[in-house]
């Protein structure tokens, strides 16, 4: 596919479209022509607060309108995989929200069949895309902190616990792994790679989804991350890339940053300021346009090998804090 504008439309009209769409406005080339809400009031009202066309009371109807290229899939993530494969079938781009599905099966079928459509899609790790963690990894290419040995972080929230909130509920995706915790395991693949082996203990909530965690990741040559999230307890959200040489601090929030702290033995620590455009999701956004319109089918910064990586962890976390993830139904 090759066209100029870009034309998005917007799938699950809730709390984290309406950020994301707001970005829009920083974009050329790229705009949020339609969305698509389960109930057509719903729809309505956010094309109406958003300035958005088109709207569609199913997610089907989004698929079938010939007037968008890209599908952003704001669902809850047990939502994405039926979602995303109408999408697909329909022959759109799709960028699916983290998490990008609930099973590591679901997220291989999701990517085989975007693959055997040559459509585009990626997961909306918006972290990769911050300017700051860009120059995380160009530091660490430079060799600015000798060989990269280990990764810390932690992402807290105070939730307190309510089996009819989204983040206890398991028919939504519920607990931390999905919210949470995938942030610092992506975090550590982008810098370590693809852990050998996966220690998870962590705690459930009564209604089955955990609660809180800590997560040691082992690498080739004994490099390790170490991780800790939570839903009961607030934590700085901070990160640490600690090499032979030094080590990078990555401050609060370590998932959309607005600078990194460089430290090396016998100097001053420089800071590298690289503030987000936006709410910072104008980046993830900049970049699906750019693909797309090149006619592209993956991104080289959040390749789909990587969402496989980082869903194949969290499966066997999963597995060791005794959740069990099902994908649920959608209504299309
Ligand atoms: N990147 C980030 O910073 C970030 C932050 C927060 C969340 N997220 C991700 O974004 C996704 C959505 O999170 P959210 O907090 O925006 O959720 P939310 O406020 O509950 O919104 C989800 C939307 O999905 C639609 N939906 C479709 N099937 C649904 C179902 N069975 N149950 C409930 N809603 C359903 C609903 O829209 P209609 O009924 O109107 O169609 C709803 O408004 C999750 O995967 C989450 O991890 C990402």
Avoid: N
Wanted: aromatic share 6%; with cysteine; proline share 7%.
């Amino acid at each position: 596919m090759a066209v100029d504008t870009v034309r998005w439309g917007i799938v699950g009209p809730g709390r984290i479209a309406g950020k994301v769409v707001r970005d829009f406005a920083h974009l050329e080339g790229a705009e949020a022509v339609g969305v698509a809400s389960r109930s057509a009031q719903r729809a309505s009202d956010f094309a109406t607060e958003h300035g958005i066309a088109r709207t569609h009371d199913s997610y089907g109807a989004l698929f079938a309108d010939p007037e968008v290229d890209v599908v952003y899939i704001a669902t809850p993530h047990p939502q994405h995989r039926a979602i995303a494969l109408a999408a697909i079938a329909a022959g759109k781009a799709v960028l699916v929200e983290k998490a990008f599905t609930v099973t590591p099966a679901a997220t291989r079928e999701v990517v085989a069949a975007a693959r055997a459509a040559g459509v585009f899609a990626m997961e909306a790790m918006w972290t990769r895309f911050q300017p700051a963690i860009v120059r995380l990894r160009e530091l660490i290419a430079d060799g600015a902190i000798g060989e990269v040995r280990a990764v810390q972080a932690d992402l807290g929230v105070r939730q307190p616990y309510d089996p009819s909130d989204r983040f206890y509920d398991p028919a939504v995706g519920g607990g931390a792994l999905f919210d949470l915790t995938v942030y610092p395991i992506s975090l550590a693949q982008m810098v370590l790679g693809e852990p050998d082996s996966v220690l998870a203990r962590g705690l459930l909530a009564p209604s089955g989804v955990d609660t809180e965690e800590s997560v040691l990741l082992t690498f080739p040559g004994g490099r390790t991350a170490s991780l800790f999230t939570s839903l009961q307890c607030l934590t700085p959200g901070q990160a640490r890339v600690v090499g032979t040489d030094g080590w990078i601090d990555v401050p609060p929030r370590f998932h959309h940053p607005d600078r990194v702290v460089l430290h090396r033995a016998g100097k001053d620590p420089e800071e590298f300021l690289a503030p987000a455009t936006g709410g910072g999701y104008f980046h993830e956004l900049e970049e699906v346009s750019v693909c797309v319109r090149d006619g592209r089918t993956e991104s080289a910064v959040m390749p789909l090998a990587d969402t496989i990586a980082v869903q194949d962890v969290m499966g066997l976390v999963a597995d060791q804090l005794g959740v069990h993830p099902q994908e649920g139904p959608a209504e299309l």
